[in-house]
């Protein structure tokens, strides 16, 4: 049995006090292990929320990793650095990276391969647009944003990664992702993760990154191939957070 995974997203939201609130409420909240959390904050807030999480099961992630190990890169921040604060977790090649700040499939492809030379986990955001959709390119735009990361680093990096899918034509659009649409993109993913690997597809956690809330997570998580959520919106708030954690 693969164990589920939540994640929150904060995006660029929160200041250190209001960061702190919530990571202790998140805490005080969590009850029994009933699988992974964690919560990936801005690069400034990293210090602190690493003080607050430790010897809890909380984990802390970052929303994005150098592609290069160091030199003169102004404005990026190194694996080597995130590792310096036990951050177990990061998001690469997330829709908003790709959309608004260039990111492509090649460059995604090296910051995840940079995360994992510090062991820390890569999250590989992968999906489609509105237009692809339309288009029926859903598989086609995946299968480009996998096979870049196996081609540069091999199959068996995915045995310490993560996959969120993000269906970017239902974030923030109005439509919405029903419970099969999902699950069938989900499927999609590990099929063709297993025609590569068998025993890392069935490994795998495969998150849904399409504004799970708590009304709608419990029906997604219950799909075979969706292992649990990276969450926007609904992470800046512990109830909801919280609410969608305890739907596994």
Avoid at 25 to 32: K, M, P, Q, T, W
Avoid at 37 to 51: D, F, G, L, Q, T
Avoid at 109 to 138: K, M, S, W, Y
Avoid at 178 to 204: L, M
Wanted: charged share 20%.
């Amino acid at each position: 049995m693969r164990r589920s995974l939540v994640v929150g997203n904060w995006k660029m939201n929160g200041t250190l006090a209001s960061a702190e609130l919530l990571v202790n409420g998140i805490i005080a909240g969590l009850g029994e292990d009933r699988a992974d959390i964690a919560v990936c904050v801005p690069y400034v807030h990293i210090p602190k929320v690493s003080e607050l999480v430790k010897s809890t099961s909380l984990a802390l992630g970052a929303q994005n990793v150098g592609d290069k190990p160091s030199g003169a890169f102004t404005g990026e921040i190194s694996a080597a650095m995130l590792s310096e604060f036990n951050c177990k977790y990061a998001l690469v090649g997330h829709s908003e990276r790709r959309s608004y700040y260039g990111d492509t499939n090649e460059s995604v492809a090296a910051r995840f391969c940079q995360a994992q030379e510090h062991n820390i986990i890569p999250v590989l955001c992968v999906g489609e647009t509105l237009e692809q959709r339309e288009q029926d390119q859903t598989f086609a735009v995946i299968d480009a944003q996998l096979d870049a990361v196996i081609n540069l680093a091999g199959i068996a990096a995915f045995s310490a990664a993560v996959i969120a899918y993000e269906p970017v034509w239902a974030i923030g659009t109005g439509k919405t992702a029903t419970d099969d649409q999902a699950q069938e993109v989900h499927r999609y993913i590990r099929q063709y993760i297993a025609a590569k690997d068998q025993v890392i597809a069935d490994k795998i956690q495969i998150l849904y990154g399409g504004s799970a809330k708590p009304d709608n997570a419990k029906g997604l998580f219950a799909m075979p191939d969706i292992d649990g959520g990276l969450i926007g919106g609904a992470s800046l708030d512990a109830e909801s957070f919280l609410k969608i954690y305890h739907s596994i």
